[in-house]
């Protein structure tokens, strides 16, 4: 379905037919005429090839294809309206909301004590939700899936998909058991390259 041909206010006028089960009382609940809703139903049942809504003894009866569509709608609607409404004077002293953080054991550790200290103290109010993942495709797959509103590890998306910021960096180094012999001696290349390694990584 090509959605340029769509209009938000159809799916306004579908949600209240819904809701109303009268064209009449629909009208009334989005503020349009009688004859404004029944052309929005006209064009709507144009558009999804289906009735949608037949007259029964009590008012308009959903079909089997518009019962499918309502929960659909609202949500997308209730989303549109949430989006348009979120206000950027966010005061973290007042709000009680809940945030969902996608973590790995890494950023946790160096991460979490000091984001719930600082939530204690100038948002006491919210609830953090974590988030543990291993692997780094699953960062992505948790903001995806909905089940985090951000997630902190190593990027691995398409540049550009995925808004993000790097916190920090962070370098590489060796450590060895005690009593080594190259313990407390420089790491020369080929010394690296010469040595046994064990590798601790939650990726194949």
């Known amino acids: 379905m090509d959605l340029h041909g769509i209009d938000l206010n159809l799916l306004v006028a579908f949600d209240a037919l819904i809701a109303e089960r009268s064209v009449t009382r629909a009208g009334i609940r989005i503020g349009r005429t009688q004859p404004a809703m029944s052309a929005a139903l006209s064009r709507l049942r144009s558009l999804l090839n ?6 029964g003894p009590d ?4 079909t089997m294809r518009a019962l499918e569509l309502a929960e659909p709608i609202n949500r997308a609607l209730t989303d549109i309206q949430r989006t348009l409404e979120f206000r950027q004077d966010f005061d973290p002293a007042q709000s009680t909301a809940t945030f969902a953080i ?3 054991e890494h950023p946790a550790h160096l991460i979490l004590p000091r984001l719930v200290a600082r939530l204690r103290q100038d948002a006491p109010g919210v ?13 992505v797959k948790l903001l995806d899936d909905g089940e985090a509103d951000v997630t902190i590890g190593v990027p691995h998306s398409p540049a550009g998909r995925i808004l993000s910021q790097p916190l920090f960096a962070e370098r590489f ?7 080594h012999p190259q ?3 420089p790491m020369t290349l080929d010394t690296f390259l010469e040595m046994s390694h064990l590798l601790v990584s939650p990726e194949k």
């Open 173 to 179: 180094v060796c450590v060895v058991r005690s009593g």
């Open 127 to 139: 609830i953090l939700l974590v988030r543990s993942f291993l692997h780094r495709d699953d960062a």
């Open 183 to 185: 313990a407390n001696q």
């Open 102 to 104: 996608g973590l790995a």
């Open 50 to 55: 289906d009735e949608l809504f037949v007259r």
């Open 59 to 62: 008012g308009l009866l959903p």
